[in-house]
């Protein structure tokens, strides 16, 4: 006896004259936003494991030690709510069939 599931189509939808707008000046904000994250992160990492000697060693070496503890606390969250989207995104792109259960 084989399954049968209905799932509809993705299908996307044009927005047009003032949601297009709207939608454009958010987009540009998430880029924006993005590229000044990405900007203060590489100053951070420029300053913390650069060859200056600013700071004393320790100093240094503790504030390091903190950068990438921050950055695993920011990546294992984000990984593991992001991957199940990725692999959704890809699934309905290469448009696998959904396996619901043995026959």
Do not use: D
Not at 29 to 37: H, Q, R
Not at 90 to 101: N, T
């Amino acid at each position: 006896m084989a399954l049968v599931s209905n799932v509809p189509e993705l299908t996307a939808i044009a927005p047009g004259g003032t949601e297009m707008i709207a939608l454009s000046m958010i987009a540009a904000v998430c880029v924006l936003n993005s590229g000044l994250c990405a900007l203060f992160t590489l100053h951070a990492v420029y300053i913390l494991f650069g060859k200056r000697n600013h700071m004393s060693a320790k100093t240094k070496r503790l504030q390091q030690t903190f950068f990438l503890s921050l950055l695993v606390q920011l990546l294992v969250p984000f990984i593991s709510l992001a991957a199940p989207w990725f692999w959704f995104i890809f699934a309905a792109i290469i448009k696998i069939e959904p396996i619901l259960g043995s026959s």
